[in-house]
């Protein structure tokens, strides 16, 4: 649990050394969009993780309804993500980001696939995704 809040703690410090207009870190905690989506997931993949499925998704969705940014609760989230004007972000259930990545709005994370395993990008340490990207994994059988 202590783990859960030092790793918030990262995101929500990692985002206000990123973007300038943070004055500080009480502005990540009570104004920025990402940073909910962010806390939205963590508590929805935990529960994704122990097979309660149905209410990882229902937390996700109430996420996405009050964000505009869309994880599903089965992807990988590496430390210290920063999502900046996050709306229309889509994020899909196989999907891996590495640690201090940056995602700018309107970027998809997704498959074209319909394979039941691994059918969404990984993205590595370190990356910045840029607004409007599609990163999508393709079936290696076609």
Known sequence: MI?????LYLDAKNIQQKDPAAKNILY???LYQG???ILFH???HFFYKIHLKFIARLISQIAR???GIEIHPGAKIG????IDHGMGIVIGETTT???NCTIYHGVTLGGTGKDKYKRHPDIGNNVMIGCGAKVLRT???R
């Open 35 to 37: 940073f909910y989506a």
């Open 79 to 82: 430390k210290r993500l920063f």
């Open 42 to 44: 963590r508590i929805a």
């Open 97 to 99: 980001v590495g640690d």
């Open 65 to 67: 309804f009050l964000t």
């Open 139 to 141: 079936n290696k059988n």
């Open 3 to 7: 783990n859960f809040f030092k790793n």
């Open 28 to 30: 990540v905690l009570f």
